[in-house]
T-cell receptor
Framework: GAGVSQSPRYKVTKRGQDVALRCDPISGHVSLYWYRQALGQGPEFLTYFNYEAQQDKSGLPNDRFSAERPEGSISTLTIQRTEQRDSAMYRC????????????FGSGTRLTVV | QQPVQSPQAVILREGEDAVINCSSSKALYSVHWYRQKHGEAPVFLMILLKGGEQKGHEKISASFNEKKQQSSLYLTASQLSYSGTYFC???????????FGQGTTLQVKP
């Protein structure tokens, strides 16, 4: 597509429920990144993929968070047993490759856990 | 390790210049600069690569001092549209993991 598409734009969920956030990167972009951004702060790295391979997941806060990109295109970030502290803007970005290229960010998914 | 940006905030009049600094405690492979307006996604401005190559906008320039592990973003003859929060991001290994600074808020007034 022309840009990075994320869905849903807004998600309100009850504490303890699982949520899946979707990212559709720019067509042909090798690298896909997940970040979390609190209000007034810089994006916080979660994980990234080259093609379908997860290269680095050191930023995932705990084992309730997981991500996949099974066919090297669309990616899903899953949060199990959500907690109120998971409430944030989750942003996906893609780039042509993981070194030497800028990122294009999606509009994000605003997750609210009540 | 998160890079440190300075200043935290800047207020300018149209036409004035600004410099935003980004400093890392680790050796840098590359530095990215992004601008984010309120309620929007960060937008890529520029990347500076180890070895001196730059890719980015014509009206915005930046420097990259590899020895000092620092980068500076230069905004000249500022326009109202330059207002927003500027983030630097640093890559400190060959894995491509980009870590963002805390941001510098720039406000340009008429």
């Amino acid at each position: 597509g022309a840009g990075v598409s994320q869905s849903p734009r807004y998600k309100v969920t009850k504490r303890g429920q699982d949520v899946a956030l979707r990212c559709d990167p720019i067509s042909g972009h090798v690298s896909l990144y997940w970040y979390r951004q609190a209000l007034g702060q810089g994006p916080e790295f979660l994980t990234y993929f080259n093609y379908e391979a997860q290269q680095d997941k050191s930023g995932l806060p705990n084992d309730r968070f997981s991500a996949e990109r099974p066919e090297g295109s669309i990616s899903t970030l899953t949060i199990q047993r959500t907690e109120q502290r998971d409430s944030a803007m989750y942003r996906c970005a893609s780039s042509a490759r993981d070194t030497g290229y800028g990122y294009t960010f999606g509009s994000g998914t605003r997750l609210t856990v009540v | 390790q998160q890079p440190v940006q300075s200043p935290q905030a800047v207020i300018l009049r149209e036409g004035e210049d600004a410099v935003i600094n980004c400093s890392s405690s680790k050796a840098l492979y590359s530095v990215h600069w992004y601008r984010q307006k309120h309620g929007e996604a960060p937008v890529f401005l520029m990347i500076l690569l180890k070895g001196g190559e730059q890719k980015g906008h014509e009206k915005i320039s930046a420097s990259f001092n590899e020895k000092k592990q620092q980068s500076s973003l230069y905004l000249t003859a500022s326009q109202l549209s330059y207002s927003g929060t500027y983030f630097c991001g640093t890559v400190t290994s060959n894995t491509g993991k980009l870590i963002f600074g805390q941001g510098t808020t720039l406000q340009v007034k008429p």
